[in-house]
């Protein structure tokens, strides 16, 4: 089956600790998305990859890194210079980055600082 | 001021009735418009998507996009207790722009 596989569902991390969220797609896309969801707020753009080896800051990137070393993964670390961590993380991915192509999600990674 | 408004809700309706939901937008750029269903604790999943001004229907499911006023609708037809969920609008100027989400209640 194509889709995009995000691993693991639930995520707890410690305070000062590095996780690292891994997000998986077989559509042969180009595009990768990760975005936060946050409640009553919507989506959240973190960071978005156009291509291998390249990508580019969202709307609230600030204690996030990735990498995008295969087309087919685009792992995203929340780092502990991320202050409020705990939400529902979404990997999505795209044919291209375009103006009129849709994009589709994985099933979230819940994470929360213990 | 969001480039994307949506009324949060909640919004609960009997089964059987008509669900309409709608989101503006202050960014005329955006050219593409969609729809995603996401139920409680799960990825958000494609509805439905248009990018020109009018109507497009998928079974139960019409959306409404008015270029001009900056407003798209979805309406759910003959809606069921299946439909419940939260709905979110999307739309595309090279990054996806959503609202916040409406949850949906569809009472038995």
């Known amino acids: 089956d194509g889709g995009i596989t995000q691993s693991p569902k639930y995520l707890f991390r410690k305070e000062g600790q590095n996780v690292t969220l891994s997000c998986e797609q077989n559509?042969?896309?180009?595009?990768m998305y990760w975005y936060r969801q946050d409640p009553g707020q919507g989506l959240r753009l973190i960071y978005y990859?156009?291509?291998?080896?390249?990508?580019q800051k969202g709307d609230i990137a600030e204690g996030y890194s990735v990498s995008r070393e295969k087309k087919e993964s685009f792992p995203l670390t929340v780092t502990s210079a991320q202050k409020n961590p705990t939400a529902f993380y979404l990997c999505?991915?795209?044919?291209?980055?375009?103006?009129?192509?849709?994009?589709?999600f994985g099933q979230g990674t819940r994470l929360t600082v213990v | 001021q969001k480039e994307v408004e949506q009324d949060p809700g909640p919004l609960s309706v009997p089964e059987g009735a008509i669900v309409s939901l709608n989101c503006t937008y202050s960014n005329s750029a955006f050219q593409y418009f969609m729809w995603y269903r996401q139920y409680s604790r799960k990825g958000p999943e494609l509805l439905m998507y248009t990018y020109s001004s009018g109507n497009k229907e998928d079974g139960r499911f019409t959306a409404q996009v008015d270029k001009s006023s900056k407003y798209i609708s979805l309406f759910i037809r003959d809606s069921q207790p299946s439909d419940s969920a939260t709905y979110l609008c999307?739309?595309?100027?090279?990054?996806?722009?959503f609202g916040a989400g409406t949850t949906v209640t569809v009472r038995a």
């Open positions: 999505a991915s795209s044919i291209e980055v375009s103006s009129n192509t849709e994009a589709f």
């Open positions: 999307a739309m595309n100027d090279y990054k996806l722009s």
């Open positions: 990859s156009q291509i291998v080896n390249d990508f």
């Open positions: 559509l042969n896309h180009d595009a």
